[in-house]
């Protein structure tokens, strides 16, 4: 039934419209032929199109990451809407990260059905896009989608720890029966690793299109994946791969930095720190409904500890992130909810916005978290107050860390101002150990319901469970597989 779904919403992904700039646009009336074959470059295309479109996985990423950590309070106007992620309640039933976990192996069944067709196919006449170039953005988004499914479902980093199941061929409904189980984080990030240095060979002269995995998108990504992997020659190749990525999309400020948000730009024609994004339009999810409903019910407000640290921060990032009454909205928060302000979407369609997967922003901050481990602070230093001046930040001391843990705490805390409601959050004191301490201010309120205010450094709950459809339907992992604490 597991195997049945995807193959269902992976074509009905292939109906769903995605603008392309130079390229097709997404047709809805594509679907496969009666035995699924994929026999042009276009068919590839059309379906590599519906694995972008399909990955709803970062929704959940960014809503767990934000409810479940320090950046939120609850909201006035909430009705029940996330308090498991924000109370740390989740259970192997829970939709988030079932969510999450179908989504990602939607978006790689997609992949893995155009790599495997990929030899077979015929040019189009006068096609717009190469077989080379959709083979490097498949392997990319494949390795994309594996990474999150780490973060978010494996214990640890450690190569020996458990990973997720790692499918690299089609499963066919009728054929294949689903018994694969978890492989390690190790075996994982293999594949991973390989999957992103072909596609950076294949997307080495792509086109910058934002939407799409190009060369600089890669590289952001093999970024993300060292610093996350650790190993001096991992965080060596991080400060490497982020030195040549901000020199072709260096950092903005002031209108250029507000507007990334605020002006959805499907192809940027304004300054932007846009590596990747995904593309969102009037049929898919609204982002920001995370946040606040459409009819302006604000779910959860900007926590009171967080929005403290973004005064201090600089006004690009306090207007970016706070929603004070602007042109968008029109509105007043109700009592003293601070409405998070980086997913308004437009007047016409509220809470819809392009999501923001890679930065130069992270990037330099990525630059600073390797060198500070690799021992460079000087270099640690340099990187913080340069993203601090250009934001304008009230901190105007400059960064002078003696030792490792300060530099790391600092780090963690630009990270936390810069990155805000973008998916890091709740990882980013994971992967260092550190806890959740919510002020009381922040854990309940009036109208409010109490909420939990910690989570211990090292808590299971730092690690979603692997869902119970998933042990269900698949014959190769069983209860005894779960994560700990599940």
């Known amino acids: 039934m597991k195997l049945f779904n995807k193959i269902i919403i ?3 992904a292939v109906t769903c419209f995605i603008s392309c700039d130079d390229f097709t646009e997404f047709d809805r009336d594509f679907i496969l032929s009666e035995n699924g074959s994929i026999e042009t470059t276009e068919d590839l295309q059309r379906f590599l199109l519906g694995a972008y479109n ?3 996985s970062y929704n959940g990423i960014i809503s767990i990451n934000s409810l479940g950590a320090d950046e939120v309070r609850i909201g006035q106007g909430n009705r029940g809407q996330g308090l498991q992620a924000h109370s740390f309640t989740l259970t192997n039933g829970s939709g988030e990260p079932l969510g999450i976990w179908n989504s990602a192996y939607d978006a790689i069944d997609n992949a893995n059905r155009v790599l495997r067709a990929i030899d077979d196919v015929t040019t189009s006449p006068g096609s717009e896009i190469s077989t080379t170039q959709i083979m490097g953005e498949a392997l990319a988004l494949r390795a994309w989608q594996y990474f999150d499914l780490l973060r978010m479902f494996a214990p640890s980093f450690d190569p020996s720890s458990p990973g997720v199941p790692l499918v690299t061929s089609v499963q066919e409904v009728g054929v294949d029966d689903l018994n694969i189980p978890r492989s390690s984080v190790g075996e994982v990030l ?3 690793n390989e999957d992103l240095t072909m596609a950076a060979d294949l997307l080495s002269g792509s086109n910058l299109n934002v939407n799409r995995f190009n060369i ?4 952001a990504l093999q970024a993300r994946v060292a610093i996350y992997s650790g190993g001096n020659d991992n965080l060596t190749n991080a400060v490497n791969l982020t030195t040549q990525i901000l020199t072709e999309v260096p950092l903005v400020s002031g209108n250029d930095y507000i507007n990334m948000f605020r002006v959805d730009q499907d192809i940027p024609t304004t300054p932007t720190e846009t590596i990747f994004q995904i593309e969102r339009d009037q049929f898919d999810g609204r982002i920001g409904t995370i946040f606040s409903d459409v009819n302006q019910d604000v779910f959860f407000s900007t926590s009171v500890d967080l929005f403290n640290q973004l005064s ?8 970016t992130n706070i929603d004070n009454e602007t ?3 029109e509105r007043i928060a109700d009592g003293d909810d601070q409405i998070v302000g ?3 979407g437009s007047t016409e369609l509220l809470s819809l916005n392009n999501i923001k997967v890679f930065r130069s922003s ?3 901050l990525i630059r600073a978290e390797a060198n500070a481990l690799l021992g460079n602070l000087s270099d640690a230093r340099n990187d913080i107050d340069q993203l601090r001046t250009t934001r304008g930040s009230n901190i105007t001391t400059p960064a002078n860390y003696t030792n490792l843990d300060q530099a790391i705490d600092e780090i963690l805390n630009e990270r936390r101002v810069e990155l805000a409601f973008e998916g890091h959050r709740l990882l980013d004191l994971k992967r260092y150990n550190r806890a959740i301490n919510r002020i009381d201010d922040d854990c309940s309120g009036v109208d409010r319901p109490a909420t939990s205010c910690n989570l211990e450094a090292g808590s299971f709950r730092f690690t979603f469970p692997i869902p119970q459809a998933e042990i269900f339907a698949n014959d190769g992992i069983s209860d005894a597989d779960q994560n700990p604490g599940y």
Do not use: H, P
């Open 10 to 12: 992976a074509v009905m």
């Open 54 to 56: 399909s990955i709803g």
């Open 190 to 192: 293999q594949q991973i």
């Open 216 to 219: 600089n998108a890669v590289r």
């Open 312 to 319: 201090l921060a600089g006004q690009d990032r306090f207007n």
């Open 327 to 329: 042109e968008i909205t």
């Open 342 to 344: 980086k997913y308004l």
């Open 362 to 364: 992270e990037m330099l």
